[in-house]
Protein backbone atom coordinates (compact mmCIF):
# COMPACT_ATOMS: atom_id res chain seq x y z
CA UNK A 1 0.00 0.00 0.00
CA UNK A 2 1.47 3.50 -0.92
CA UNK A 3 1.34 6.22 1.02
CA UNK A 4 2.21 8.61 4.20
CA UNK A 5 2.69 6.81 7.66
CA UNK A 6 2.73 8.59 10.84
CA UNK A 7 3.51 6.97 13.98
CA UNK A 8 2.23 7.17 16.96
CA UNK A 9 -1.25 8.18 16.39
CA UNK A 10 -1.70 8.61 20.09
CA UNK A 11 1.52 10.13 22.63
CA UNK A 12 1.34 11.40 26.04
CA UNK A 13 4.44 13.17 26.95
CA UNK A 14 5.68 14.77 30.16
CA UNK A 15 6.18 18.14 30.44
CA UNK A 16 9.71 18.55 29.96
CA UNK A 17 10.43 15.82 27.65
CA UNK A 18 11.80 15.61 24.50
CA UNK A 19 9.80 13.31 21.94
CA UNK A 20 10.24 11.88 18.28
CA UNK A 21 7.05 11.87 15.71
CA UNK A 22 7.74 9.02 12.62
CA UNK A 23 6.50 9.82 9.43
CA UNK A 24 7.41 7.60 6.77
CA UNK A 25 6.52 7.26 3.03
CA UNK A 26 6.98 5.02 0.57
CA UNK A 27 5.31 7.57 -2.36
CA UNK A 28 8.78 8.04 -3.83
CA UNK A 29 7.96 11.93 -3.35
CA UNK A 30 10.69 14.79 -3.02
CA UNK A 31 8.91 17.33 -0.61
CA UNK A 32 7.80 16.46 2.96
CA UNK A 33 6.25 18.75 5.37
CA UNK A 34 5.03 19.10 8.96
CA UNK A 35 2.19 21.08 10.51
CA UNK A 36 0.73 21.52 13.47
CA UNK A 37 -2.93 22.06 14.01
CA UNK A 38 -4.95 23.29 17.35
CA UNK A 39 -8.51 23.12 17.64
CA UNK A 40 -10.40 25.07 15.50
CA UNK A 41 -7.62 26.53 13.68
CA UNK A 42 -5.81 25.41 10.40
CA UNK A 43 -2.70 24.08 9.63
CA UNK A 44 0.69 25.95 10.62
CA UNK A 45 4.16 25.05 8.90
CA UNK A 46 6.41 23.98 10.99
CA UNK A 47 9.13 22.64 8.85
CA UNK A 48 9.25 21.69 5.11
CA UNK A 49 12.04 19.26 3.06
CA UNK A 50 11.86 19.74 0.04
CA UNK A 51 15.31 17.29 -0.69
CA UNK A 52 17.14 14.50 1.32
CA UNK A 53 19.61 16.44 3.85
CA UNK A 54 18.02 19.41 3.50
CA UNK A 55 15.12 21.65 5.34
CA UNK A 56 13.88 24.51 5.90
CA UNK A 57 11.96 26.68 9.19
CA UNK A 58 8.38 28.07 8.47
CA UNK A 59 6.49 29.92 10.60
CA UNK A 60 6.63 28.10 13.94
CA UNK A 61 9.68 26.32 14.61
CA UNK A 62 10.99 27.44 18.02
CA UNK A 63 10.91 24.30 19.80
CA UNK A 64 11.21 21.94 17.18
CA UNK A 65 13.92 19.97 15.31
CA UNK A 66 13.62 17.36 11.85
CA UNK A 67 16.35 15.81 10.19
CA UNK A 68 16.00 14.52 6.36
CA UNK A 69 18.42 11.53 6.21
CA UNK A 70 16.46 9.16 3.92
CA UNK A 71 14.00 10.15 0.89
CA UNK A 72 11.16 8.36 2.62
CA UNK A 73 11.62 9.65 6.06
CA UNK A 74 11.30 12.69 8.06
CA UNK A 75 10.87 12.64 12.02
CA UNK A 76 10.06 15.75 14.04
CA UNK A 77 11.40 16.00 17.29
CA UNK A 78 9.24 18.56 19.78
CA UNK A 79 11.88 19.67 22.43
CA UNK A 80 11.26 20.73 25.98
CA UNK A 81 11.81 24.43 25.19
CA UNK A 82 8.14 24.15 22.75
CA UNK A 83 6.26 25.93 25.65
CA UNK A 84 2.48 24.40 24.38
CA UNK A 85 3.21 21.37 22.07
CA UNK A 86 -0.14 19.82 22.88
CA UNK A 87 -1.64 19.72 19.36
CA UNK A 88 -2.59 17.48 16.53
CA UNK A 89 0.56 16.67 14.50
CA UNK A 90 0.28 16.24 10.70
CA UNK A 91 3.12 14.88 8.33
CA UNK A 92 2.59 15.56 3.99
CA UNK A 93 4.93 14.75 1.68
CA UNK A 94 4.48 15.21 -2.20
CA UNK A 95 6.59 14.93 -5.54
CA UNK A 96 7.38 18.93 -5.91
CA UNK A 97 7.50 21.77 -4.05
CA UNK A 98 4.31 23.15 -6.38
CA UNK A 99 2.37 20.14 -6.40
CA UNK A 100 -0.24 18.52 -4.37
CA UNK A 101 0.41 17.30 -1.07
CA UNK A 102 -1.05 14.38 0.83
CA UNK A 103 -1.60 13.59 4.19
CA UNK A 104 -0.71 10.73 7.03
CA UNK A 105 -3.36 10.15 9.65
CA UNK A 106 -2.04 12.37 11.68
CA UNK A 107 -0.40 12.15 15.17
CA UNK A 108 -2.00 13.90 18.66
CA UNK A 109 0.63 14.55 20.77
CA UNK A 110 -0.59 15.36 24.94
CA UNK A 111 1.40 17.03 27.25
CA UNK A 112 0.29 15.91 30.60
CA UNK B 1 3.97 37.69 6.02
CA UNK B 2 1.97 36.08 3.13
CA UNK B 3 -1.55 34.81 4.09
CA UNK B 4 -4.12 32.72 3.14
CA UNK B 5 -7.34 34.13 4.43
CA UNK B 6 -10.74 32.38 4.43
CA UNK B 7 -14.22 33.38 6.15
CA UNK B 8 -14.43 30.58 9.36
CA UNK B 9 -18.31 30.05 8.72
CA UNK B 10 -20.07 28.14 9.35
CA UNK B 11 -21.73 28.05 6.33
CA UNK B 12 -25.23 26.44 6.12
CA UNK B 13 -26.88 25.49 3.28
CA UNK B 14 -29.91 22.86 2.50
CA UNK B 15 -28.81 19.46 0.92
CA UNK B 16 -28.88 19.81 -2.94
CA UNK B 17 -28.30 23.63 -2.88
CA UNK B 18 -24.98 24.73 -4.32
CA UNK B 19 -22.26 25.48 -1.36
CA UNK B 20 -19.51 28.25 -2.52
CA UNK B 21 -16.42 28.23 -0.53
CA UNK B 22 -14.32 31.23 -0.95
CA UNK B 23 -10.53 31.86 -0.47
CA UNK B 24 -7.73 34.79 -1.16
CA UNK B 25 -4.28 35.07 -0.99
CA UNK B 26 -1.66 37.78 -0.52
CA UNK B 27 1.18 36.50 -2.56
CA UNK B 28 1.29 37.18 -6.12
CA UNK B 29 3.70 35.01 -7.61
CA UNK B 30 1.67 31.86 -6.46
CA UNK B 31 1.33 29.25 -9.07
CA UNK B 32 -0.18 26.06 -7.24
CA UNK B 33 -3.98 26.43 -5.67
CA UNK B 34 -5.91 23.30 -3.84
CA UNK B 35 -8.44 22.65 -2.01
CA UNK B 36 -8.62 19.79 1.11
CA UNK B 37 -11.72 18.29 3.23
CA UNK B 38 -10.90 17.36 6.54
CA UNK B 39 -13.64 15.49 8.80
CA UNK B 40 -13.24 16.00 12.78
CA UNK B 41 -10.26 14.33 14.04
CA UNK B 42 -9.13 13.35 10.52
CA UNK B 43 -6.71 14.02 8.07
CA UNK B 44 -6.81 17.01 5.05
CA UNK B 45 -7.91 15.19 2.25
CA UNK B 46 -6.96 16.72 -1.16
CA UNK B 47 -10.29 17.55 -3.53
CA UNK B 48 -8.90 19.79 -6.41
CA UNK B 49 -5.87 21.05 -7.33
CA UNK B 50 -6.22 24.10 -9.95
CA UNK B 51 -3.32 25.93 -11.56
CA UNK B 52 -4.16 28.73 -14.11
CA UNK B 53 -7.13 31.05 -14.27
CA UNK B 54 -10.45 29.30 -14.85
CA UNK B 55 -12.59 26.60 -13.99
CA UNK B 56 -11.60 23.12 -13.26
CA UNK B 57 -14.66 20.88 -12.71
CA UNK B 58 -14.55 17.09 -11.12
CA UNK B 59 -17.90 15.21 -10.51
CA UNK B 60 -19.85 17.93 -8.27
CA UNK B 61 -16.89 19.95 -7.49
CA UNK B 62 -15.47 23.43 -9.10
CA UNK B 63 -12.37 25.41 -8.48
CA UNK B 64 -11.61 28.62 -9.64
CA UNK B 65 -9.00 30.35 -10.04
CA UNK B 66 -8.41 34.22 -10.68
CA UNK B 67 -5.31 35.71 -10.23
CA UNK B 68 -5.32 39.45 -10.73
CA UNK B 69 -8.07 39.42 -8.25
CA UNK B 70 -5.69 37.08 -6.00
CA UNK B 71 -8.82 35.08 -5.22
CA UNK B 72 -9.95 31.42 -5.39
CA UNK B 73 -12.88 29.76 -4.74
CA UNK B 74 -14.51 26.38 -4.67
CA UNK B 75 -18.26 25.33 -5.50
CA UNK B 76 -20.12 22.11 -4.14
CA UNK B 77 -22.72 21.15 -6.17
CA UNK B 78 -25.89 18.74 -5.41
CA UNK B 79 -24.42 18.93 -1.58
CA UNK B 80 -25.03 16.35 0.63
CA UNK B 81 -24.65 15.67 4.45
CA UNK B 82 -21.88 13.67 4.00
CA UNK B 83 -20.54 17.08 2.77
CA UNK B 84 -20.32 18.78 6.39
CA UNK B 85 -16.90 19.27 7.10
CA UNK B 86 -14.59 22.10 7.24
CA UNK B 87 -12.81 22.98 3.78
CA UNK B 88 -9.29 23.93 3.76
CA UNK B 89 -7.85 26.25 1.26
CA UNK B 90 -4.10 25.80 0.48
CA UNK B 91 -1.31 27.78 -1.29
CA UNK B 92 2.27 27.45 -2.23
CA UNK B 93 4.04 29.97 -1.24
CA UNK B 94 7.49 30.89 -1.37
CA UNK B 95 9.13 31.70 1.72
CA UNK B 96 12.79 30.85 3.38
CA UNK B 97 14.24 29.69 -0.06
CA UNK B 98 11.84 27.20 -1.07
CA UNK B 99 8.29 26.37 -1.85
CA UNK B 100 5.71 25.44 0.95
CA UNK B 101 2.23 24.52 1.01
CA UNK B 102 0.36 27.25 3.37
CA UNK B 103 -3.50 27.07 4.43
CA UNK B 104 -6.07 29.20 5.89
CA UNK B 105 -7.97 28.46 8.89
CA UNK B 106 -10.58 26.59 6.94
CA UNK B 107 -14.26 26.95 6.66
CA UNK B 108 -16.96 25.05 8.32
CA UNK B 109 -19.60 23.81 5.91
CA UNK B 110 -22.63 22.10 7.23
CA UNK B 111 -25.37 21.04 4.98
CA UNK B 112 -28.53 20.43 6.36
CA UNK B 113 -31.24 17.43 5.16
Request: proline share 4%; glycine share 8%.
Amino acid sequence: DGGITQSPKYLFRKEGQNVTLSCEQNLNHDAMYWYRQDPGQGLRLIYYSQIVNDFQKGDIAEGYSVSREKKESFPLTVTSAQKNPTAFYLCASSMGARTEAFFGQGTRLTVV
Amino acid sequence: QKEVEQNSGPLSVPEGAIASLNCTYSDRGSQSFFWYRQYSGKSPELIMSIYSNGDKEDGRFTAQLNKASQYVSLLIRDSQPSDSATYLCAVNIYSNSGYALNFGKGTSLLVTP
